[in-house]
C-alpha cells in the first residue's frame, strides 16, 4: 500500500497564493460584516463579487471569477480549502504552476456557469470554489485513479477509498445537492 503524508510534498506557489487570497477574502469578508458567518446572509463583499444572475445580465461581468474567491461560513470555506491543500500540491507539481491555476479558474468558471444553468434563480448569489476543487478532485482521478485516500468521516471515522472513487462520490452527490437545494447560494432578501 502506498503511504502519502503532506510532508513528503511542499506546498506549491499556486495552490499557497489560493489559499492565502482566498481565506484573507473571508476574513474581510467577516471584519466587514460579522453577519457574513451567517451563510444566509450576503455581505458586503458577495453581494458585489459573489455569482448573481440579475447582476452578471447588468454588466458585471467579473463576478464569474469572482465569487470563487467567497465562501457562505466557516465549515463552507474549511471544506474546500482542505481538498485544495491536500489534492492540489501533488496536481501543482504534475501540471505545473501555469495550468493548474488554468484548471483550477477553468473549472471555477465551468462551476458558476453549471450553477447559473441549473439554479441561477433571481434573488440568489453563489460564492465558494467548490466547482474549482471539484475540478481539482476531477483531474487528481484522472491522473492518479488508484492512489488509496483516507478521509476521516465525520472527522471521527477512517475511510480509506480510492481518488476514482471519490471523485465519483463527490460528483454525484453534488448533483444530487443542486437538484434540490442550489449548491452554495445565499438568498439577497437577506442581505440588510
Not at 61 to 70: D, G, R, S
Not at 75 to 102: I, P, S, W, Y
Request: aromatic share 12%; proline share 3%.
Amino acid at each position: 500500500m502506498y503511504s502519502y503524508g503532506i510532508a513528503q510534498r511542499p506546498l506549491g506557489r499556486t495552490v499557497r497564493n489560493l489559499l492565502l487570497i482566498t481565506i484573507g477574502l473571508f476574513i474581510l469578508e467577516v471584519l466587514l460584516d460579522p453577519r457574513s458567518l451567517d451563510s444566509r446572509f450576503v455581505g458586503p463583499l458577495a453581494q458585489w463579487f459573489g455569482l448573481s444572475w440579475g447582476d452578471v445580465r447588468q454588466g458585471m461581468i467579473w463576478q464569474p471569477v469572482t465569487y470563487m474567491f467567497l465562501h457562505g461560513g466557516v465549515m463552507h470555506l474549511f471544506m474546500n480549502m482542505l481538498a485544495l491543500f491536500f489534492l492540489g500540491r501533488e496536481l501543482e507539481d504534475t501540471l505545473g504552476m501555469k495550468r493548474f491555476l488554468q484548471l483550477y479558474l477553468g473549472c471555477g468558471l465551468l462551476g458558476g456557469l453549471g450553477w447559473l444553468l441549473l439554479s441561477g434563480a433571481a434573488g440568489h448569489v453563489c460564492v465558494g470554489a467548490s466547482g474549482a476543487v471539484f475540478g481539482i478532485i476531477g483531474a487528481f482521478a484522472a491522473l492518479f485513479p488508484h492512489r488509496k485516500l483516507t478521509l476521516l468521516l465525520f472527522f471521527v471515522i477512517p475511510v480509506t477509498t480510492s481518488a476514482r472513487t471519490l471523485a465519483i462520490v463527490f460528483g454525484v452527490g453534488t448533483l444530487l445537492m443542486l437538484r434540490i437545494g442550489g449548491g452554495a447560494t445565499k438568498d439577497v432578501r437577506d442581505k440588510a
